[in-house]
Antibody, heavy 122, light 112 residues
Framework: EVQLVESGGGLVKPGGSLIVSCAASGFTFSSYSMHWVRQTPGKGLEWVSSISSRGRNIYYPDSVKGRFTISRDNAKNSLSLQMNSLRVDDTAVYYC???????????????WGQGALVTVSS | QSALTQPRSVSGSPGQSVTISCTGASSDLGGYDYVSWFQQHPGEAPRLVIFDVDKRPSGVPDRFSASKSGNTASLTISGLQTEDEADYYCCSYAGTYISFYVFGTGTKVIVL
């Protein structure tokens, strides 16, 4: 059974930093792209970052580019998101998701973790 | 990159069919056939129910079907069941450096 378990969420002040992690099990982690998607009550779902199976290709939307860094450790079946210069509007539940059914490099988020709540507030 | 537009809610009685629309632009939904749909029950993570416009992952009932025409994608739930009451989100590849993926605003399906 595919399992993705996020950890590391919490309360942080504006301008601060936080790392959220995702532990994967039940599948060959090194064969899949991995992604972060966040969800807020006001803005719904928003794609945050993607990393290819070997970590060679990394992508971010403009909203987090230069502030967030995605990384993976295939030996430890783990995915991480380093978040710096956090803003109030980064407050969200952060989900890690596996990429599957890939077509020409475009993947679909077929398995999701339970999410980690990140609250940015003074 | 703006979010894809979905109706806030749709409703139907058990056994009926409901259709959710998802409208984008030529730069995202209209430009690519990489559309997916997610079902999300309260307090749970999203669940993939459609990918590649109209394909169902294993385990998703064939009551769920989808299509796309131009800048609009649609998800139809036939033979509505009480457990189908949930939020549904569309998602499209956008292929730009602003955002590779863009989600819809979400639709609440209400089973009367």
């Amino acid at each position: 059974e595919v399992q993705l378990v996020e950890s590391g969420g919490g309360l942080v002040k504006p301008g601060g930093s936080l790392i959220v992690s995702c532990a994967a099990s039940g599948f060959t982690f090194s064969s899949y792209s991995m992604h972060w998607v966040r969800q807020t009550p006001g803005k719904g779902l928003e794609w945050v970052s993607s990393i290819s199976s070997r970590g060679r290709n990394i992508y971010y939307p403009d909203s987090v580019k230069g502030r967030f860094t995605i990384s993976r450790d295939n030996a430890k079946n783990s995915l991480s998101l380093q978040m710096n210069s956090l803003r109030v509007d980064d407050t969200a539940v952060y989900y890690c998701a596996r990429g599957s059914f890939c077509n020409n490099g475009v993947c679909y988020f077929d398995s999701w973790g339970q999410g980690a709540l990140v609250t940015v507030s003074s | 990159q703006s979010a894809l537009t979905q109706p806030r809610s749709v409703s139907g009685s058990p056994g009926q069919s409901v259709t959710i629309s998802c409208t984008g632009a030529s730069s995202d939904l209209g430009g690519y056939d990489y559309v997916s749909w997610f079902q999300q029950h309260p307090g749970e993570a999203p669940r993939l129910v459609i990918f590649d416009v109209d394909k169902r992952p294993s385990g998703v009932p064939d009551r769920f079907s989808a299509s796309k025409s131009g800048n609009t994608a649609s998800l139809t739930i036939s033979g509505l069941q009480t457990e189908d009451e949930a939020d549904y989100y569309c998602c499209s590849y956008a292929g730009t450096y602003i955002s590779f993926y863009v989600f819809g605003t979400g639709t609440k399906v209400i089973v009367l």
